[in-house]
C-alpha cells in the first residue's frame, strides 16, 4: 500500500465525527498490511495502571475470542509496558506452545504466531495513549510501521477528541483554586503536598480535583489535565 495513503487517512481522520468512522478508516487502511485486530487507548505512566480507558478493541487478540478489557489486555499482553521504556512505534511477536504464551519485542516479526505493531503517542504529559494492531500474517517494512504509526497517531487524537471531550458539551471553566490544584497535580506533585503548600486538608483537594474532573466532563484527573491543558486553562 503507498505510504501517500497514510496522509490521506489522516486528513480523513481529522474530519471524523464519530468513532465508527475512525474504525472504518483505520480498519480499511490497515487490512492492506494484514492488520485486523485493533487496540486503542488512552494512557498514563502509572506503573500501576498503565490503560486508562479502552476507546477501541476488536479482533481475537488471544485465539479463543476472549472479551477484552482494560485489566484483562494488560495482563494478557505484557509488552504493552514496553512504551514506557521506547519513544517510537515498534514491532512484537506473541507465539504459543505448551508452556503457554510468549511475547518478544522484535525488529521484525516472522514466523507463525500472532504479530504486530505498537504505537505510542505522546503529549504535554508525556505518554498519553497508544494503538497496538495485530495480525497473522502483517507486512513488517518500514513503510508500514512509519505509514501506520501516523494513521495510529491520527487516530488517537481525535478518538480522544470526541470520547473524552463531546462536541455537545464544551467544558466548563475551572475555578481558581480548581485551576491551581489541577496545575499542582499535573506538575506531579501528590495530593498530601499540594494540601501542606496550600493550607488546604486532604479532603478538600481531593473535593477540587472532583469538582474540576465533574466540570471538564471526564471520569480521571488525568483525562482533566488533558482537557484542562488543551483549552488553555493550565500550562502544559
Known sequence: MPPDDALRVALALERSDSLTSIQNAVRGYASGFGFDRFVLFSASTSQDELVDRIYWVEGDWFGNGTVVDAKT???????????LEIGEAFFWTKTLDQ?????RIVRRPQGPGIHGLQTPVFGPLGLEGAMSLGGEKIDASPAARLSMGLVA??????ARRLIETPQ???????????????AWTAAGWRQADIAATLGLSNRTV???????????????T???????IRNGYIKG
Open 168 to 182: 455537545s458539551e464544551a467544558p466548563k471553566k475551572l475555578s481558581d483554586r480548581e485551576r491551581e490544584v489541577l
Open 153 to 158: 497517531t491520527s487516530a488517537f487524537l481525535v
Open 73 to 83: 489486555y494488560v495482563r494478557r499482553c505484557p509488552v504493552t509496558r514496553h512504551i
Open 99 to 103: 508452556e503457554g504464551e510468549h511475547y
Open 222 to 228: 488525568a483525562e482533566a489535565i488533558r482537557v484542562a
Open 206 to 220: 481531593e473535593n477540587h480535583l472532583r469538582k474540576a474532573r465533574q466540570r471538564l466532563g471526564v471520569a480521571t
